[in-house]
């Protein structure tokens, strides 16, 4: 299991109102992945999201169910602030961001 | 599978939505009729008893839903006090005002009576189930105290309704009716669902929009201006106070909706998602609108007392508060909070293990912007029938609005078949 691929499979997760996976919204502020263990450190677009739980799981889901992922560890975090400068190129093109 | 979480609102909203039909089916049944009775005269059963189908049933069964469901999302996913008291203070208050509505409409006292006294039992389990989780939290910002200080503001115009039934009931307090009449509007429409809608506008506009690093200092003023506005209000009207006192009621609390809609305006201009969707970008119009009519209002109210207080003028404003800012921006929101519930519901669990549709999928954005639109453009011809009292601009307005209404709830509806 590689970094690379982790990152992709992230990619299948999205914000359901922003309607952008949550590696290009820039969530996503730290992965380690040793052998068939991934630790992600992420956040949300703000405390108190009502998608929370919905992302959060879906992120968890995503790593549990790849059949060479054998721990993982989700851990959100609210500091530093997600800001927009956070987005990728690519979730600017899809937010129509400006 | 539905979560335990979202229940609990779901109920309520199911409610609400029910009621709403209920109100508009009843309202096409015989339209030309009971607006023109209530554009001569508000005041007689049928009018008060639709009057609380659409601010009770509706809108106050929606607001309490979008409590429950946003309360605990803001105290960032912090349990309930109870949700099972939830489930009973449903149960009263679905009680009390489905018996008051029918009360009301068969013009006997003491059942309006009995069921304003269970309204107000459901809205105190209501006050102490919201009010234990916030101050268990101890989390206070401009939502969560917004929040609490509309739910105060529900106690008390639940309070003074309860006394009015009971004055309908036993005569006990005989021409004081009026005056609670007038405290009662103020907490209710001006304090429930003015601190209540611009409170969570500060959570939900900003989310919506993706708006980071806008100003929060209006957000202040807004509360100070439309607490003064409400008590200075409420309480000339329960001291019989002079003519000027209501002036400076109605002048800090449209000195409140102008910085809310300046303050709408300062979150737009920091958004980072420019498609927002036509209910957020209603939920904004609605603001500006109120906050015109009630600007305009100041200086008119100045130069012709008598005819700003007057019947004619009391029904115009009220329908452009009620159904057009309070009703509108429920209308508005609820095509972001009907699919946020569904979606949650059947894909929340399944995101990550499979494809699943976005919130935008969920509902047509385009159809709502041309309801939405129909509705307050049949407001607009229905308040004018009102003005000019024409009967077919009444009725034609009155049609419009019921039928716009109802099409726009079974798009809601359509939603759970997603």
């Known amino acids: ?98 | 599978m539905v979560s335990r979480v979202s229940r609990l609102p779901f109920l309520f909203f199911l409610t609400g939505l029910a009621s709403f039909a209920v109100f508009q089916a009843w309202s096409l049944a015989d339209v030309s009729a009971w607006l023109a009775a209530f554009s001569e005269e508000p005041r007689y059963p049928s009018g008060w008893s639709r009057a609380h189908l659409f601010v009770l049933g509706w809108a106050t069964m929606i607001a309490m839903g979008a409590v429950y469901q946003l309360v605990p999302v803001v105290l960032q996913n912090r349990q309930l006090f109870s949700r099972k008291l939830g489930y009973a203070q449903y149960a009263v208050f679905a009680t009390g005002f489905a018996g008051l509505v029918a009360g009301f409409r068969a013009a006997d006292v003491k059942t309006v009576g009995l069921f304003a006294s269970v309204v107000f039992a459901g809205i105190l389990l209501f006050a102490f189930n919201i009010g234990a989780t916030l101050i268990a939290a101890n989390a206070w910002n401009s939502v969560t105290a917004g929040c609490a200080a509309a739910v105060f503001h529900l106690v008390m115009a639940g309070a003074a309704g309860m006394l009015m039934g009971l004055n309908f009931a036993f005569e006990w307090w005989g021409a004081f009716h009026d005056r609670l009449l007038g405290a009662h509007l103020w907490f209710g429409a001006a304090g429930w669902f003015g601190f209540l809608i611009t409170s969570f506008s500060y959570k939900l506009l900003p989310m919506f929009h993706l708006s980071h690093g806008h100003p929060e200092t209006l957000q202040r003023f807004v509360a100070g201006f439309l607490l003064t506005g409400v008590w200075t209000g409420a309480l000339s009207f329960l001291l019989n106070a002079p003519a000027w006192c209501h002036w400076i009621a109605l002048s800090c609390t449209a000195a409140a909706f102008v910085l809310y809609a300046v303050h709408l305006a300062q979150i737009h201009r920091f958004r980072h998602k420019p498609m927002p969707g036509a209910g957020i970008r209603w939920s904004r119009h609605l603001a500006i609108g109120i906050a015109t009519v009630t600007a305009l209002l100041v200086p008119l109210s100045a130069a012709f007392p008598d005819a700003v207080l007057g019947t004619r003028m009391a029904v115009i404003i009220g329908w452009l508060y009620l159904w057009g800012w309070v009703g509108g921006t429920i209308l508005a929101y609820l095509s972001k909070i009907i699919p946020f519930l569904w979606w949650t519901h059947k894909y929340g669990s399944r995101a990550g293990r499979e494809k699943v549709p976005t919130m935008a999928e969920m509902i047509d954005d385009r159809k709502v912007n041309a309801l939405l639109s129909a509705i307050v453009a049949s407001l607009f011809v229905l308040v004018a029938g009102f003005g000019w009292n024409s009967p077919l601009l009444q009725t034609l307005g009155g049609t419009l609005l019921a039928a716009g209404s109802l099409f726009y709830a079974g798009l809601l509806a359509a939603v759970f078949a997603k």
Do not use: S
Not at chain 1, 7 to 29: A, T
Not at chain 1, 61 to 69: A, F, K, S, T
Not at chain 1, 70 to 85: F, H, L, M, N, S
């Open chain 1, 1 to 98: 299991m590689d970094r690379e691929t982790v990152m992709e499979l992230l990619k299948q997760v999205h914000d359901p109102e922003l309607g952008v996976n949550v590696v290009d919204l820039g969530l996503i502020y730290e992965l380690a992945v040793e052998g068939g263990r991934v630790r992600v450190r992420m956040t949300l677009t703000t405390p108190g999201c009502p998608l929370h739980e919905a992302i959060v799981g879906g992120v968890r889901r995503v790593l549990e169910r790849h059949p060479g992922i054998e721990e993982v560890d989700v851990q959100v975090v609210w500091e530093p602030r997600w800001t927009p400068e956070r987005l990728t190129p690519a979730g600017r093109e899809r937010l129509g961001f400006f």
